[in-house]
């Protein structure tokens, strides 16, 4: 089968400390999957590998049908190729209201002057009243951003990632520091974006990840250490060790 | 979402009429206009004013809306002054020199009048030959060009190689002022081709209108920088209006943000930046002639500050922020440092304002700076009640039933 996303053989040290060691990860169309690890196990490191905030010292990273090398592309245009990405603190342009920021991460063309000749349109309306209903922030389109709750914005920015259209969404600790109700809501989205495109969820929070019911990869040291469902990998003896007898 | 431009801006409406009021009563108010209750020099100085307004506005473009802090804009206005400025001072000496000659025996040849002006424009700094620089110096239309392309293709390469070096924050404020730094410095010197610390001279002249009086003229210029400043302030209006202020303010507030959205966040600062340098181009080709001299002391670092502190001190991110501060701070420079404003004796100590002033505007721009971030056109939100809500970054509570602020009530 072939996969969307194909990092093979990654490798990065930071000052003598190897933070991803050989590591091999892939993905397929329109699959849900959960990255858990301990802390320092690379996850975060791993993200800005694929979306191209760091340079790996070796490996290459292979995307989509054309197998094309994201290390070759800066940041702007991996996530124009089709990767989205949400931090783990809720990052949303705060002194713009929710429709600003929905219209900003609409697909549309992303160049100075095509942007600066574009104006609003009746099609873009919909589509971001409809984004904000999925998201929940239907009522508060007008609302700056920044007078939205912890959840709202984590909400908003997984409403940008969608309307951005991504074929793979990559989601650093998307329930931190949500409610439970919150964090229920949040669990549906995913599920439900993943329907169409390739999700990969990095959690600390094993609740979450079985409420997911997806594959689950476990990373230790940089490299994955195990693979398979969550009741597989909870039995697997070397995560027992590393990260659930702890 | 559709309603027009200027229906979802109503302050570039209440700017413009604003604007054509205060044309129209300094017009009546002139000696060429109407009652002569403004004398001529105040006139230029009104003229000049607009186009520091103007420059602010591109100043405000590209620091308060995209957090560019470019302490390098006045360089790009002091060359558009330099382009028109070498038009006007060979179309002058040309006429000049053309009618001394003609009373020869011998009518004179092209080159004879071309060696002749360049005898009279450089030979106050020993040399008669012109530079390559004034290739194009005896075609206006060239110079205007020029007034537009010169600055916006320093600004390009300059930006190009700043911004894809990923070179942000006070960084790029440095870079920016050894840029305006080195081109003074350059300038300063006799054979750069400009005349050296002469600079270039005579600008009040206009070649071919030397019978209309000045009071005329400066009304003239007067006119043209009010409508450059008019069609400057739409222009930036629309441009941040827009999902391209969108784009830019989110560049400002968070970059990487912006970037992993898929924009070249490069490609924008670049667009950003040489716009302004051409604006700010522009307004320094009208200032100029109502100046009447440019030399290399006018691209000094010095200037680009000030600029940033007229923009801080009106207000950062608002348009007609930076208008205001311009205005208010560059006329109330021109009282204070005229020798008009009577000085303070202390018994001890005289305050002398001419001295003074430059301690009593840095005073103040700290503490614009400290206590009123929003400057002077923050005012305006006290009318409008368009108060950012106060919470020290922290989140709203999440659920009605907790605390929340009045604003999310609203």
């Not at chain 1, 697909?107 to 095509?114: G, L, Q, V």
């Not at chain 1, 009243?129 to 709750?149: H, M, N, P, Q, T």
């Not at chain 2, 009373?103 to 040849?109: C, D, G, L």
């Not at chain 2, 409508?227 to 302030?233: K, P, S, T, V």
């Amino acid at each position: 089968m072939s996969q969307l996303l194909e990092v093979s053989g990654v490798s990065v040290t930071f000052d003598g400390f190897k933070a991803i060691n050989n590591l091999s990860f892939s993905i397929g169309d329109a699959e849900l999957r959960a990255i858990i690890g301990p802390n320092g196990a690379g996850k975060t490191t791993f993200m800005d590998i694929v979306t191209g905030k760091t340079r790996p010292d070796e490996g290459s990273v292979l995307w989509g049908e054309m197998s094309q090398s994201l290390l070759k592309m800066n940041e702007s245009q991996i996530a124009r190729a089709g990767v989205g990405r949400k931090f783990q603190r809720p990052t949303v342009f705060e002194d713009q209201t929710v429709y600003a920021n929905l219209a900003m991460a609409l697909k549309k063309s992303r160049s100075p002057w095509s942007v600066l000749a574009s104006r609003p349109s009746e099609a873009d309306r919909v589509r971001i009243e409809e984004l904000a209903a999925e998201i929940g922030l239907a009522d508060a389109l007008r609302r700056k951003s920044g007078e939205l709750s912890h959840g709202q914005k984590q909400w908003l920015e997984i409403g940008m990632l969608l309307a951005q259209e991504p074929r793979l969404l990559l989601v650093d600790e998307p329930a931190a520091g949500m409610t439970l109700a919150e964090r229920e809501h949040t669990t549906d989205l995913l599920k439900e974006a993943a329907k169409t495109r390739a999700v990969v969820v990095v959690e600390h929070d094993m609740e979450f990840v079985r409420r997911l019911d997806c594959r689950v990869t476990v990373l230790h040291e940089g490299s994955v250490l195990a693979e398979g469902s969550l009741d597989h990998v909870t039995k697997n003896q070397d995560v027992i060790d590393v990260y659930l007898g702890r | 979402m559709t309603r027009s431009f200027l229906a979802r801006n109503p302050s570039v409406l209440i700017f413009i009429a604003c604007l054509a009021l205060f044309t129209l009563a300094v017009t009546l108010m002139s000696e060429a206009g109407g009652s002569g209750a403004i004398s001529t020099s105040f006139v230029k100085t009104l003229g000049k004013t607009l186009c520091l307004c103007l420059v602010a506005l591109a100043m405000d473009l590209v620091w308060g809306y995209t957090g560019i802090l470019s302490l390098g804009h006045m360089a790009f206005f002091g060359l558009g002054g330099y382009m028109i400025g070498m038009w006007l001072m060979y179309a002058r000496t040309e006429t000049i020199v053309t009618a001394s000659m003609s009373n020869a025996a011998i009518p004179p040849t092209d080159q004879e009048i071309v060696d002749a002006i360049g005898t009279q424009i450089f030979g106050v700094v020993g040399g008669s030959e012109f530079p390559p620089v004034w290739a194009f110096a005896d075609s206006l239309w060239m110079q205007l060009a020029l007034v537009v392309l010169v600055p916006g293709l320093l600004a390009l390469v300059f930006g190009w190689l700043a911004f894809r070096s990923r070179v942000t924050g006070v960084y790029l404020s440095i870079l920016t002022q050894a840029m305006t730094l080195a081109l003074a410095l350059y300038l300063f010197q006799n054979d750069s081709g400009l005349r050296g610390n002469n600079g270039l001279s005579g600008l009040q002249n206009i070649p071919g209108l030397t019978g209309m009086p000045q009071s005329v003229l400066s009304l003239w210029f007067f006119w043209a920088s009010a409508f450059a400043l008019g069609a400057g302030y739409l222009l930036c209006a629309w441009v941040v209006s827009g999902k391209f202020g969108s784009v830019i303010r989110g560049i400002r507030d968070d970059e990487a943000r912006v970037r992993f959205l898929g924009y070249s966040v490069e490609g924008y600062k670049l667009f950003v930046f040489t716009l302004t340098a051409v604006i700010a181009g522009i307004a320094g080709a009208l200032y100029y002639p109502q100046a009447g001299i440019i030399n290399p002391a006018e691209i000094a670092p010095i200037a680009s500050i000030y600029l940033a502190v007229w923009v801080a001190i009106g207000g950062r991110g608002r348009l007609y922020g930076a208008v205001i501060g311009a205005a208010f701070v560059s006329l109330l420079s021109t009282w204070f440092t005229g020798g008009q404003v009577p000085s303070v004796p202390l018994g001890f100590y005289t305050v002398d304002w001419v001295d003074w002033w430059q301690v009593l505007l840095g005073l103040s721009f700290v503490l614009v700076t400290l206590f009123a971030p929003q400057g002077i056109g923050g005012l305006f939100d006290l009318v409008t009640g368009r108060r950012p809500p106060d919470r020290h970054g922290a989140d709203l509570g999440p659920d009605k039933g907790s605390f929340r602020e009045r604003e999310a009530e609203q």
